[in-house]
């Protein structure tokens, strides 16, 4: 598969060649300083490929998880650094920024090759092409500073060879050679780097709002199976009542009453308190009940970062401590405090004592495994 970022970086090299081969094409032509063109091209080609190719060394390191000494951890945590947009780039995916030392060779390439090509090649010959290659070829490596995210370095260049040309040949000849092109490529690489960043910020966006959404989803999905699991629990539990309530047109006796108590609590249980329910604290609670008790059950929200297994060891603390209760109202709460997890409470009447409120014969607190 042909990547976008490999077909660019050959039209960079492709192009950055081009203008160097025209610089040295001055076949039949009487050069005073031919060994200056050659290595202001060379001096040219280096700094323009080492634009297009040199990546910062962190994102080397990052990028290799096959480095000698790497763990498998370690591998996995460059892969995502690859997948993760770069901080320079604010959040945004695409060329990394140039290097400080590229950022300098190309501005010293953009005051060296404009100024060295036309002492080197004589004034006679300084219109002709092979000694105004420099226009594109300066504006062709600006424009690739300006793709690895420079833009100051970019625009400062161009100026630079606007001065430098408009110095040897003119303002309209410069223009008319090819500094207007070097221009209108460094503002399209520009206008392109920006709309870039542009859609892939409104990409990163639109994947934020459609996992929200998702999200949302989820938890709606999760709510509705939730209501139909405690509306089927709600009809096993009240079902059998309601149907020897209607069949005995209302009339009922006590044992009918009782089961009908029972039912109510048990379907409070599962309203208010769902996440201290388990078949043991059922039992315990419907056995509280029978023999006359008051049970109120609450959750307020305590509970709703625990995780089942440590709930597990709470509704099994309940459960020992509903075995053991013989008070007359039980009001069994989740706790706020970060310490405790459910607080139980009995209370029974004061026998012989001088008020008639209740005395205060239970008080359970279960802790948080692992925070008491």
Not at 113 to 127: D, L, S
Not at 326 to 338: A, F, G, M, N, V
Request: with cysteine; aromatic share 6%.
């Amino acid at each position: 598969m042909i990547s976008v970022k490999n077909v660019l970086t050959v039209l960079g090299v492709a192009f950055t060649a081009y203008f160097a081969a025209r610089g040295l094409l001055w076949a039949g032509q009487l050069i005073p300083h031919p060994l200056i063109i050659v290595i202001v091209v060379g001096m040219y080609l280096a700094t323009t490929w080492l634009c297009i190719f040199w990546q910062p060394a962190s994102h080397h390191s990052e990028s290799d998880p096959r480095a000698a000494g790497s763990s498998n951890a370690e591998s996995l945590e460059s892969l995502e650094a690859q997948a993760a947009p770069h901080p320079a780039g604010g959040g945004i995916r695409g060329p990394l920024p140039l290097p400080i030392t590229a950022q300098v060779l190309a501005l010293a390439c953009a005051v060296v090759v404009p100024n060295a090509i036309p002492i080197a090649v004589g004034e006679t010959a300084r219109q002709a092409s092979f000694a105004t290659w420099y226009l594109g070829g300066i504006g062709a490596l600006m424009t690739i500073v300006m793709v690895r995210r420079r833009p100051w370095t970019a625009w400062a260049g161009i100026v630079l060879l606007s001065i430098a040309s408009f110095s040897w040949m003119g303002p309209l000849n410069a223009l008319g050679l090819g500094l207007v092109g070097s221009i209108v490529w460094v503002t399209c690489a520009q206008l392109l780097v920006f709309s870039m960043d542009r859609a892939a910020r409104d990409t990163s966006r639109l994947t934020r709002l459609q996992r929200a959404a998702t999200g949302w989803q989820t938890s709606q999905v999760v709510r509705q199976r939730e209501r139909r699991v405690q509306v089927q629990r709600a009809l096993a539990v009240a079902g059998p009542v309601l149907t020897r309530t209607v069949a005995h047109a209302g009339v009922l006796t006590d044992a009918d009453r009782l089961e009908a108590r029972i039912a109510e609590g048990r379907l409070r249980d599962e309203m208010r308190g769902p996440r201290l329910l388990d078949d043991e604290v059922r039992t315990e609670l419907e056995r509280a009940r029978r023999r006359g008790a008051n049970v109120t059950v609450l959750d307020e929200g305590g509970l709703d970062d625990v995780d089942d297994e440590t709930l597990g060891i709470i509704r099994a603390q309940l459960a020992e401590a509903l075995r053991s209760a013989s008070s007359d109202r039980l009001y069994i709460r989740t706790s706020p405090d970060e310490r405790i997890a459910v607080t139980v409470v009995g209370r029974s009447p004061s026998v012989g004592g001088p008020s008639d409120e209740d005395s205060v014969d239970l008080w359970r607190e279960i802790p948080h495994p692992g925070r008491a």
